[in-house]
């Protein structure tokens, strides 16, 4: 490219379509790396779509896992980075991976009626969730240790910078004024990109599984610790932390454990369902 373009990624399926702005292609040939048994991208096909704009769709042999888009200045080049999923022992299937495991704020954070702060709650269910993911042989990044602020951003570019295999953010929910909780509270899980709703899906099933709460399900939802691309990444609502019985429930240490162990659980079933092929 003579310029740094603008671009916008798209998934859909097995395919990752890449849309540059102002520019043009015309590619006089186009190698596909691998094997016919073994590569990642099956087929290539793009499309100028106008004048000043071109779409590229990669076909996969499997639904995306992660991607990373940047622009290379020594070369004056776009790069898109597919990766591959990890290789998955199904009897242990944590064993070797990194996980990054986010404790949710601050700045910002709900309170309960106690006065418990979300920041001050979810720290000790991600430390939790860091001793239960290291006993099942797994590497753990944390992106907050203390009461420290950490930028949303950066706890992103911490997570792949570990080369993680899958980002979490531990919080806990709020409603807004004129909501009443007593009625609408659960559990829930956000995601942003296609590819992190498996891993969302598995996790929400165990926290249902085991608060034994109203299932308020998972969603889409445009939020920073769930943008990177490189890894599944989601961000678990495990409990309303403005209702008293759930606040007390973050107070105890059995309460704790059972958010903690959800994850995990969870966590391990989606890379389980990747060593089986599913």
Aim: net charge positive; hydrophobic share 45%; glycine share 8%.
């Amino acid at each position: 490219l003579g310029d740094r373009a603008p671009y916008q990624l798209l998934e859909r399926g097995r395919d990752v379509v890449l849309v540059l702005y102002g520019s043009t292609l015309s590619p006089d040939i186009l190698p596909i790396w691998g094997t016919a048994s073994d590569s990642l991208v099956r087929q290539v096909v793009w499309e100028q779509e106008a004048t000043d704009r071109v779409r590229l769709t990669l076909r996969l042999a499997r639904e995306p896992y992660g991607y990373l888009a940047f622009w290379d200045p020594a070369r004056n080049a776009f790069v898109l980075r597919l990766r591959r999923p990890p290789a998955i022992d199904a009897r242990t299937p944590l064993r070797g991976l990194t996980i990054a495991v986010d404790a949710g704020h601050p700045p910002g954070g709900a309170t309960g009626p106690t006065g418990l702060w979300e920041p001050v709650a979810v720290l000790p269910v991600a430390e939790r969730v860091r001793d239960l993911l290291q006993a099942r042989g797994a590497r753990v990044v944390m992106t907050r240790t203390t009461a420290e602020p950490v930028p949303l951003g950066d706890r992103g570019i911490a997570a792949r910078r570990a080369d993680a295999h899958a980002f979490v953010s531990i919080h806990l929910n709020a409603f807004p004024d004129g909501v009443n909780p007593f009625t609408n509270a659960g559990t829930s899980t956000l995601f942003f990109h296609q590819h992190s709703e498996p891993l969302a899906r598995l996790v929400q099933r165990e926290m249902v599984r085991r608060f034994r709460i109203r299932d308020l399900g998972i969603h889409y939802q445009n939020l920073a610790v769930a943008r990177p691309p490189w890894m599944p990444a989601i961000l678990t609502e495990g409990l309303f932390l403005m209702v008293p019985e759930q606040e007390a429930a973050l107070r105890s240490p059995e309460g704790r454990e059972l958010y903690a162990r959800a994850v995990v659980d969870g966590v391990e079933a989606y890379f389980r369902g990747l060593a089986d092929g599913r």
